[in-house]
């Protein structure tokens, strides 16, 4: 093994003195923390007997593993005694040139004496041996770093004495086997290859399969192998004295906090390198000395559904890895308490108090040996978001945690799980290809490559999974069938990822594995061709494509599961609005807690079929008359829609945009129609269809815009036909007007697109004042609105002071001002925003969480100028971060009122907007 | 005449004496400025006698007109005498409900007095009767506002005097016409068609053509229908009192300051409504009593060139207004040397003596009255750019003025007179339509449609004009031999402008009348058909499209050109570099004075005919392997380029971008291979070409995007293909070693493109620094380089902190950075900009000038950003702003050390720069 590079050797030589200095004066304050008697100069911590010299709060210095052996022990947990070298060392090692004090081995050698004494064994005793684990263990799990070594102090003349102790040859002979190629691998850096391919060897030549098949001659003679592989490999022999052994094993794992991986992790994750690794030492215990031996694995809950029972299984005269290694077959904790009952108690009662002190659900390992119980290793046990609200909720109600604790420790995106349904995670899969998780969820059906044959289909009663290269807003009537989306372009906030969360669609997008060929009805993977009407599955969750119908699971919402969601509003101030197009979708978000609509896209209503014609009637108009002709016919549609989402939401605000996008985007595609002209023209038979669509095209050309992005849209299109503007507020106030008369309270808010300057919205505000008052005056009735405006483009927010003496309202579109903040177009930036992403560019996709350091800056100027120039001005967001617990959390941190997000992330953006107020810090870092 | 509106009449009127008293306050301070005795309370100001209440300093209280004559008679300027009423008086005439004070007519008697005794004249007298003229002036030149009311203090009485006095019998009822015309439509609000008609019809009758053939008896019987016409008007009788008519002419005058025009006026132009209006009232003289009479027009220097001499021309026996009106040619003031020397020797001392006092070149009117010469007029004369600069040096060395007043003076954007050949000003043009002015000078030559025809008719030696809907890269080869550009589409950054700019040449965009058929080769406007190779001629000055060859001027650059440039240089504090891609506008700039490259856009090298096909190669290589191949062989092409601009910039820094537009630029455009492949496809002939186009369809797909300027392109190409960086740097480092080893100075700058984080920096930096000291390496030479980057994305800004911890100097490229601060694509928004311009919604386009409030907001952001971080931090600009005059002068306030613009731009911005020092507020206020 080459020598680890030595972190700024001659630097630290210099100021070694020093640096010890300041290292007692840490360790005292760390120390004094715990309430312990002062100690001058301290390596060494034991745990053991119900005592620890440490816990949790010395995580510094005992790492992780090293801490919580301790902070059980202190508790009254029976955990095989040992004892820790802290992380202390390890740096000392370091400054020492990976040298060991002579002072450590000193107090090696006491703490040792007193774990012989707890377990009544003796360290390299030829009768009665201790057996040793060594691990090692910093601050942060952190893999890349040393594997455990079982059954240190083993050699031929120890192994004779655990025969003895144990009577049992072959366990003595298969652990000494293993501590060999263990040590050998691990502290002499042999490749573990070589001691396998002894072992197969052996195998072969029996032609048997299984180690366990091993007659005792056999592991003889490997031992005997191993040991001249390792003469060979290193010059020397396999150390028989214990206590070398154990010397080498403590420099192993400081050497290894230096390996290449772990560098590289702790590079990757910021982990500073100076902050070392502690080793653990540990007497062995074994549930394989025979029949009054087991040992086994649980929870202190069901992890799948939360009940407050104990789950695990076990197996007797038996060593922990048997128990998952499918061997021999577990038997459940029940039989437990039936075969030994007076062990289920012990570890009944030893894993509640685990619970009650770590207040969550255990994850556990135990082993019995020879009738005594102890417990090997505790930690955080995972679980299904079923099972974690379930289990939250049971706790809370325990008084083992508060409501914010409850709050604190469930993940918003979890709650995706309970939303959707999800693929039975026990079925098997073909995974064809794997795109971007887009919209959670899984779906099977019939594979179409058109909206038409998605409805034609769709109305025949089967379920049809569309697959596009991209989606456009033509596709939505298809998109609105479909059980699930798959296309092979866009990103996060694609079309298709962003339609698809509104309608709680599974969605995979950007999927580029797969050659999609729309014309020929067909698309190729990996050597699959997959056509029209064949079936495949979607998860929408994880990204996957997979081959046939998958089977789902629909997971029950249960009644904890509201009980928590209550307890979020009770606690959050950051008000949770929907994005809602039509009455079905708000009808959603008020089932899933909604307090309003945050953002109607009242273009998305002009893509059904009975309004495209009218629509592009108006766009095609030549004068003003003619497209006001058109719009008067679009009138009675809009204001239909609108009375219908009044209606739904009873009160709550509905915040309503005015048209948005350029209207290139209601007209047929310019590629299509060069196509056609130029088969009429070739074919030269129907010469005034020709001219018709050579006339679409010089209009479609007219409207066609490079970037289209930063073109005609918005407000400015308002701005130059008023008449649209006038229509659509028109269409609001008559629909709320007319509820208003029967007595039914409507809250409209209009919200003004794409503002740049105060001049464009002051244009826009005076069309829908005079049309709203005209309209309300003509009703006669009371009727309180607002006017305000999207936040979405730089310049708003660098002069929202100006634009707020005239808003009354500030909705932050975070989709374009991403665009516009990085000068990334979300339909194109995919394909390199995933090279950065893997390249350590970018550490997230901006679309997905905002981007704090830039679009959140620029976002928290423009509310901070606009509440500075209007005491009363409501500002909520109401982009794709309206959904993102992250963003929100940034949203509460910034001082916004509300955010707005697609049905189906309202419970989580009340969740995130809970855990904004009550922290996450404290349970995420644990 | 409706009561004009009585602005905040109730609230001024409750805090009259109040308001007195502040108004006493200001007089007094403005009084003392000009060293009176004190005076109490003061509404009218007189002058004449060579002495004036007042002057220039007193233009608050005198409005400009009262002023300026004050001014010229305390200078001793023979000026007719006369009186102002102040504008005082208008607000006190509005706050008493519009009623003038007796005071005010007191005090107008006892000035009137003076006048009479100054005159030798009597106002009303019936055998020597003082004329008056009466003329509104507020404190800022205002159309809107009253006319000047000639010859009042005429009646039935008077006007028998008048002849008596002169003895011209026509004369007399002429003037008395005159005046009744004048006061009938003017302060008694009658239309003035009314008069007109009157007068047709007499002339009707003789079958007479002009005015001045009308007899005596006509001018009689016109009056006399005058008078009865305005007695079935008004219901009275034409006033013949003469204090009457002058109370009336007071109060018209300031009713006419709130015409609807006028407020309309203040309104656009942000006057103050409170400021008030002046009256003026002088003695009239005449210069056609007789041949000792005479009146004219002039200037203190030749406005065309600038030559120090008396320039202009005189009538005898005329009033002011034949001079100008052509029927009678007048004379040029050289003849009155002659004729008359003692009036002209007199003549030249007065204007030499207003010159003097102004310090600039006067435009003056004077009369010659009965052998008395009165001036009547002078104000700063309007002149040609050529003329300016002269002017401005020779008064330098004249020690009129000094040289930080003469670059005061000259506007930067009339620089473009001297640097672009100009339309023959006496030409008779056929303007066909307009667009923008997008590249000053003016071309003629043949039209073409295609860069193909435009390089095949300009290598058979003609000029052409080249015609597009809009450019684009492929067009360059075209551009570069045009004489002059016109597109339909685009605006002032859009291709077409950026190149024509950059490359000195005459073009108009975004002339969306006329209708470009490319295929077809023929454009129409209005009617007018024109096909390839007819003539056209464009004003990129003006935006005006010629029919035919129009004739042109070419203004010489006169030594003073030079002289005064010099001066800018030793003023100025920001350094001036230019964009230049090719040596040859390399070389324009620095004879235009720049001092370095700011900006060299290497993919301009890209298209070249030599070029392209490697580049497309490069584009689609489907390995690493190719690419790289690709690109070593365009290495040389490229290291050739930077070696021809390193050599002609002499040891000025050269600033180098790597790769900037998307790779689908420079690939066969979509449409065109749809529509080629539709073709190939129906005549099913081809099978391999067909297979052929549609593999390059697919790339050109795959590559496409919905919004380029947002996708992949800048830094974020060669993050992805780190090779493209690579081979860019090493021809930057080879060709500048190259020149090192034979002693050249070489300055290299790399700039890294669309930067956004400090990640993508570190990543190009990184590879620009290995493979420059790899080469420098190689060629054992020193070498001193920069590696910085445009900051065009608006989070670059924001994080600018982070950035300049790793980059050496900052390049604002503000095109893209107006673009996505506003979300305005510079390709298509130029027609809705258009519209918001004319409809106030946008005060300019903020691609022509930087909009400060928002753009210049974050650019200053991230200059202070950068600085803070690193102190000695260059930071310039690159993008079209970099040549605007008023954004150079906003780049000075907020710190950048140096501006880029084209060539064209160096003089402009040179002198911009030093205004920046001087200021340049005291001249355009005057």
Redesign the interface.
């Known amino acids: 093994m080459p020598r680890a590079k030595k972190p700024k050797a001659k630097k630290a030589k210099k100021t070694e003195t020093k640096k010890v200095k300041i290292t007692k004066k840490a360790i005292k304050k760390a120390v004094k923390k715990v309430k312990e008697p002062e100690i001058k100069e301290k390596f060494v911590y034991f745990f053991g007997g119900g005592k620890a010299q440490g816990g949790e709060k010395l995580r510094d210095l005992l790492g992780g593993k090293g801490a919580g052996l301790a902070e059980m022990t202190n508790i009254g947990i029976p955990v095989p005694p040992g004892f820790t070298i802290s992380t202390q060392m390890c740096n000392l090692f370091y400054d020492r040139d990976m040298n060991l004090p002579q002072i450590l081995m000193q107090e090696v050698r006491e703490n040792l004496k007193k774990v012989e004494k707890l377990m009544g064994a003796k360290f390299g005793d030829l009768k009665n041996p201790l057996l040793l684990s060594v691990r090692s263990g910093a601050k942060f799990s952190m893999p890349g770093m040393m594997d455990t070594i079982l059954n240190l102090g083993l050699n031929e003349e120890t192994t004779e004495g655990l025969i003895q102790k144990t009577g049992n040859e072959r366990f003595a002979y298969d652990s000494y086997r293993r501590f060999i190629q263990m040590f050998g691998s691990v502290v002499l850096g042999i490749d573990k290859n070589e001691f396998e391919k002894i072992i197969e060897k052996k195998k072969e030549h029996h032609r048997i399969k299984m180690d366990t098949s091993l007659m005792v001659s056999d592991l003889k003679d490997i031992i005997s192998k191993f040991k001249k592989k390792i003469k060979s490999k290193t010059g020397e022999e396999f150390p028989q004295d214990p206590f070398l052994q154990l010397l080498m094993s403590i420099e192993a794992v400081f050497k290894s906090w230096n390996n290449p991986r772990a560098i590289h992790y702790r590079k990757l994750n910021q982990i500073p390198s100076d902050l070392g690794t502690a080793v653990n030492l540990q007497a062995m215990v074994f549930g394989n000395m025979g029949d009054d031996c087991l040992t086994g694995v649980g929870f202190t809950r069901n992890p799948s559904n939360g009940e407050n029972l104990l789950f695990g299984e076990y197996l007797v005269n038996a060593q922990g890895e048997d128990v998952v290694a499918g061997i021999r077959t577990p038997k459940p904790l029940e039989k437990l308490k039936k075969e030994r009952s007076e062990i289920y108690k012990k570890l009944l009662s030893l894993t509640k108090k685990l619970e009650k002190h770590y207040q969550d659900i255990q994850d556990f390992e135990f082993t019995v040996q020879q009738g005594k119980l102890f417990m090997l290793q505790t930690r955080r046990g995972k679980r299904t978001a079923h099972a974690a609200v379930k289990a939250a909720v049971d706790m809370v109600k325990e008084k083992l945690i508060s409501k914010e604790e409850a709050i604190r420790r469930i993940e918003p995106a979890q709650l995706d799980q309970l939303l959707h349904p999800v693929i039975d995670p026990d079925a098997k899969l073909e995974v064809i290809a794997r795109g971007l998780a887009a919209s959670p969820g899984a779906a099977s059906g019939k594979i179409v490559f058109s909206a038409e044959e998605a409805v034609k289909l769709a109305e025949s009663g089967e379920d049809v999974i569309m697959v596009r290269k991209e989606t456009n807003p033509d596709d939505i009537s298809g998109m609105a069938v479909a059980r699930g989306i798959l296309t092979s372009r866009g990103g996060m906030t694609s079309h298709a990822a962003v339609v698809a969360r509104g309608m709680g669609i599974p969605c995979v997008v950007g999927c580029e594995e797969i050659k999609v060929n729309e014309e020929r009805k067909v698309f190729t993977v990996k050597g699959y061709i997959l056509r029209e009407k064949e079936s495949i599955s979607v998860n929408g969750t994880t990204g996957e494509v997979i081959l046939g119908t998958a089977p789902t699971i629909k997971p029950a919402l249960t009644g904890e599961f509201g009980e928590f969601m209550e307890w979020t509003d009770q606690i959050r101030k950051l008000g949770v609005r929907t994005n809602a197009d039509v009455p079905k979708d708000a009808e959603q978000a008020i089932k899933f807690g909604a307090e309003g609509i945050g953002l109607c896209r009242t273009e998305h209503m002009f893509f059904a079929k009975d309004r495209l014609p009218l629509v592009r009637e108006m766009i095609l108009a030549k004068t003003r008359e003619e497209r006001e002709q058109a719009l008067n016919k679009l009138l009675p549609f809009q204001k239909s829609d609108f009375k219908g989402l009044f209606e739904v939401m009873k009160g709550f605000p509905v915040t309503i945009r005015t048209l948005d996008p350029p209207l290139h985007e209601f007209l047929p595609k310019?590629?299509e129609l060069?196509?056609e002209i130029?088969?009429l023209r070739?074919?030269n038979e129907e010469p005034e269809k020709l001219k018709e669509k050579e006339e679409l095209l010089a209009r479609v050309e007219e409207l066609s815009?490079?970037?289209?992005?930063?073109?005609?849209r918005?407000c400015?299109l308002g701005?130059?036909y008023p008449e649209i503007t006038e229509m659509q507020v028109k269409a609001i106030f008559e629909a709320a007007c007319e509820l208003a008369k029967k007595k039914k309270v409507v809250v409209p808010e209009v919200m003004i697109p794409?503002v740049?300057?105060l001049?464009?919205f002051v244009?826009q505000k005076e069309i829908v004042v005079r049309v709203a008052e005209e309209t309300i005056k003509k009703y006669k009735v009371k009727l309180k609105y607002l006017v305000g405006t999207m936040i979405?483009?730089?310049?708003a927010s660098?002069?929202a002071d100006e634009i707020a003496t005239e808003a009354e309202f500030f909705s932050f579109g975070t989709n374009?001002m991403t665009?516009?903040?990085?000068?990334?177009?979300r339909?194109?930036?995919g394909?390199?925003i995933r090279?950065?992403i893997e390249?350590?560019?970018?550490s997230q996709d901006p679309f997905v969480s905002i981007?704090q350091?830039?679009?959140g800056?620029?976002v928290a100027m423009g509310v901070k100028k606009g509440k500075d120039s209007r005491k009363d001005l409501k500002v909520g967001i109401c982009g794709e971060h309206g959904g993102d617990p992250e963003s929100i959390i940034f949203c509460h941190k910034i001082g916004l009122d509300y955010v707005s997000c697609s049905p189906y992330r309202v419970p989580i953006a009340r969740l995130a907007a809970a855990k904004a107020v009550v922290g996450t810090e404290d349970y995420t870092t644990a």
Not at 705 to 712: D, I, K, R, V
Not at 792 to 795: A, G, S, Y
Not at 839 to 842: D, S
């Open positions: 310019k590629e060069l196509v130029t088969e070739m074919k815009e490079f970037n289209p992005m930063l073109g005609h918005g400015r701005i130059v794409l740049g300057t001049e464009e244009n979405e483009i730089p310049r660098l002069t374009d665009q516009m903040v990085y000068g990334y177009s339909d194109d930036a394909k390199f090279y950065y390249h350590g560019i970018l981007d350091k830039g679009v800056q620029i």
